[in-house]
Structures are given as structure tokens and as C-alpha cells.
């Protein structure tokens, strides 16, 4: 069965420092992946999304990137953080139209 | 920009009632799904309608879609504590399974 791995769980960060989180996903293969931020009381914001290693396709102008370096490894970084950047951040995959995304079980941020 | 809209943003019932949340949208869409989110968590897929179908069940959910109105309700029947939590639905309008979430509905089930 697929699953998705996401950490780490929380992080706490000083503006101005970097950030890198990790995704990853087991059992299938090219998958779509994504990385999605939720603010507190709110819905969810696409920030990347992926469909083959090398491809990412940006969504919101911002502070972050992604990378994806391996075919079921996706990465949000940031070379300085800023306070806006706290928040859920969500990683997910899925692997055709009209099927599911399956998520992460998510990374809280709290830039100080 | 959100495309989907829930309504109401928050819904408070007895445990045994039924709970109804609807999700409305602006552009033509693929499908239109629900998703389950307990507090702190990842999103977990509830069901997937496609835009040519109008109602869809599964267990006690009942979903319907209605394309010419851009709107979608998800009913959950004889509710129980353990169905509180934030619902919200995602519209895929376009490639690359993109969905956009609306703000959701965050339901508690008093016991």
C-alpha cells in the first residue's frame, strides 16, 4: 500500500534562518506530488506542485522553493524565513485525474 | 484565489442529527471532492463526484452536485462525536490534479 512521510511534525524557526521539509512517498511510482499551506482557521493554499522529477510548477509568488530530486522525494525550502512563512504545511500526492489526493499528516511552522 | 466556498464556516449539532454543509464554485470543473480534516492533522479524502454525476453515497455520506448551479452539498447521517472535525471541499478545474480547497466547515457533534 502507498504511504506519505512528512517531517518533521513541528519546527520553530528565527526569521532570517533557512528551512528545508521533506516528503516522501512509498509504494507507487511518478506520482503527482505537492505541497499545500494552510493558515490557522483556514483552507488550504496550492504553493507547488510537481508532476516528474525536475518539474515544479509554482502557484503563489513567495519566499519558498521546491525541489524535487528523486521521483517520490519533494522538498520545500527557503534560504531566509520570514515571519508570514508560519503556518500547516502539507505535502500530498496523488496519481491521476479524477482520483484523490492523499495527504501528509503535516508540518507546523512558527517563525519567531 | 479560492474557488470553493463552504457554508456555514461552522455548524454545531446533537449527536444523532444529521449534518448538511454545502460548497459552492466558480468555474466549470472536472470533479468536486470532500475531505475530512481533524484538528492538527492531514486532510483525508472523504468521495470524489465527477461533473457528470449528481448524487453519490458512501456509508453515511450522501454527496450531491449540482454543475448548473456550482454547487455541492455533502449530508452526513445520524451523526456521532467522532465526526467532528473540519470538512472541505476541492474543485479540480484544470491539469495536473491541481485542486483548490475552499475555506471549510468546521463541524462539532455535541454527545
Known amino acids: 500500500s502507498q504511504t506519505i512521510h512528512q517531517w518533521p511534525a513541528t519546527l520553530v524557526q528565527p526569521v532570517g534562518s533557512p528551512l528545508s521539509l521533506e516528503c516522501t512517498v512509498e509504494?507507487?511510482?511518478?506520482?503527482?506530488l505537492y505541497w499545500y499551506r494552510q493558515a490557522a482557521g483556514r483552507g488550504l493554499q496550492l504553493l507547488f506542485y510537481?508532476?516528474?522529477?525536475?518539474?515544479i510548477s509554482s502557484e503563489v509568488p513567495q519566499n519558498l522553493s521546491a525541489s524535487r530530486p528523486q521521483d517520490r522525494q519533494f522538498i520545500l525550502s527557503s534560504k531566509k524565513l520570514l515571519l508570514s512563512d508560519s503556518g500547516f504545511y502539507l505535502c500530498?500526492?496523488?496519481?491521476?485525474?479524477?482520483?484523490?489526493?492523499?495527504f501528509g499528516n503535516g508540518t507546523r511552522l512558527t517563525v519567531t | 484565489s479560492q474557488q470553493g466556498e463552504e457554508d456555514p464556516q461552522a455548524l454545531s449539532i446533537q449527536e444523532g442529527e444529521n449534518a448538511t454543509m454545502n460548497c459552492s464554485y466558480k468555474?466549470?470543473?472536472?470533479?468536486l471532492q470532500w475531505y475530512r480534516q481533524n484538528s492538527g492533522r492531514g486532510l483525508v479524502h472523504l468521495i470524489l463526484?465527477?461533473?457528470?454525476?449528481r448524487e453519490k453515497h458512501s456509508g453515511r455520506l450522501r454527496v450531491t452536485l449540482d454543475t448548473s448551479k456550482k454547487s455541492s452539498s455533502l449530508l452526513i447521517t445520524a451523526s456521532r462525536a467522532a465526526d467532528t472535525a473540519s470538512y472541505f471541499c476541492?474543485?479540480?478545474?484544470?491539469?495536473?490534479?491541481?485542486?483548490?480547497f475552499g475555506q471549510g466547515t468546521r463541524l462539532t457533534i455535541n454527545p
Open positions: 500530498a500526492w496523488g496519481d491521476s485525474r479524477n482520483s484523490p489526493l492523499h
Open positions: 509504494g507507487t511510482s511518478n506520482p503527482n
Open positions: 510537481s508532476v516528474g522529477i525536475g518539474q
Open positions: 468555474t466549470s470543473i472536472n470533479n
Open positions: 463526484i465527477r461533473s457528470n454525476e
Open positions: 476541492a474543485t479540480d478545474a484544470g491539469g495536473a490534479q491541481k485542486l483548490v
